[in-house]
């Protein structure tokens, strides 16, 4: 008897496979892979439904299959996601930029907008990743300019291929270095600083999903005991590479609000403010470095 393993029936069985394995949305992710491996969109599918792949696309699928059964990310194995309702590369070993993210961007974007006057304006963008912060900051903001930086190779790099992508290459710099190295070898550069740190408790990381937990970079997710570590480690030493005026935003975690608003009070920031994503979730702090006192973080003590 003949299998038939047409457009249909390989999504059918990839379906039914993918829930096998507890994958969620399993129909949308056989059809994205499907899609990926046929070079065509989702939509093509269902126009196509009759039609019989190769052999070698049919196995390809296969292989694909196997690895988001194994619970990799979807954006692993196709190697993009969508942020900003742009596409950005993604890798396996960085990690993949978040939906929750856009509202730090919309956020800074909106203020960055209403404070920038004509002429330069440089943003930082601390623990880039991927770049998708920064790069969609560029392209939102004509005439800004920015820096991003992780202490990962790989993300660094990542971040200079999609700024390439973006058309962005020339208005960004991706550096891989550890935050507070970088801010304390560039005074004053800045008037804005954006970040999204790890900020997960430790203990935590063990219950995330499996994609998260078992293949995306801890270096990325991992904020120490109670999540803080990195807010405190690196807000003390912010206003050293921010200018007077400067606005800093940082994404939180739920519940983590009132400890970084005030470290930054107490870090020469004022009018914080804690704002709310869209799932009533604290997500983003925003604040200004409005002191004309530079008191240099905890080098000089004053
Ligand atoms: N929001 C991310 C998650 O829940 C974590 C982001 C982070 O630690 N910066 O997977």
């Known amino acids: 008897m003949r299998r038939i393993n ?15 394995h507890s994958v969620p949305n399993a129909r949308k992710n056989a059809e994205w892979l499907l899609a990926h491996t046929l070079g ?6 269902y126009l196509d439904g009759d039609k019989y792949p190769v052999p070698l696309q049919i196995q390809a699928y296969r292989r694909l299959l196997k690895r988001r059964g194994d619970r990799e990310p979807l954006q692993y194995i196709v190697r993009s996601t969508e942020f900003m309702s ?11 930029p978040r939906p929750e993210t856009e509202r730090l961007v919309e956020i800074v974007g909106s203020r960055i907008a209403e404070c920038k006057k004509n002429g330069d304006f440089r943003i930082l963008d601390l623990c880039c990743g991927s770049g998708a912060i920064l790069i969609s900051l560029l392209r939102r903001i004509p005439g800004t300019t920015g820096v991003a930086v992780d202490v990962d190779d790989a993300a660094a790099m ?10 962005m290459g020339g ?13 304390m070898s560039n005074p004053g550069r800045f008037h804005a ?13 063990g219950s995330l999903a499996p994609e998260v937990r078992t293949h995306e970079p801890h270096l990325g997710l991992d904020g120490g005991e109670d ?8 807000i003390p030493f912010l206003d050293w590479t921010i200018e007077t005026g400067g606005i800093v935003a940082f ?10 608003s005030d470290l930054l009070r107490s870090a020469a920031f004022e009018s914080v403010k804690v704002h709310h994503d869209y799932s009533a979730f604290e997500r983003v702090v925003t604040a200004r470095h409005a002191s004309s006192v530079r008191h240099r973080g905890g080098v000089t003590g004053g």
């Open 40 to 45: 065509c969109g989702a939509m093509d599918l």
């Open 6 to 20: 047409n457009i249909n029936a390989l999504l059918r069985k990839g379906e039914a496979y993918l829930i096998r």
């Open 171 to 183: 208005r960004m710099e991706c550096i891989r270095s550890d935050a507070r190295s970088y801010i």
């Open 86 to 96: 742009e596409l950005f590369l993604t890798m396996p070993g960085v990690f993949i």
């Open 158 to 167: 990542l971040a200079g291929k999609n700024a390439e992508l973006a058309g």
């Open 193 to 205: 600083v954006v970040c999204n740190p790890p900020y997960i408790c430790s203990e935590e990381i």
């Open 227 to 234: 999540g803080l570590d990195f807010y405190r480690d690196t």
């Open 251 to 260: 994404e939180i975690g739920a519940g983590q609000g009132k400890v970084v």
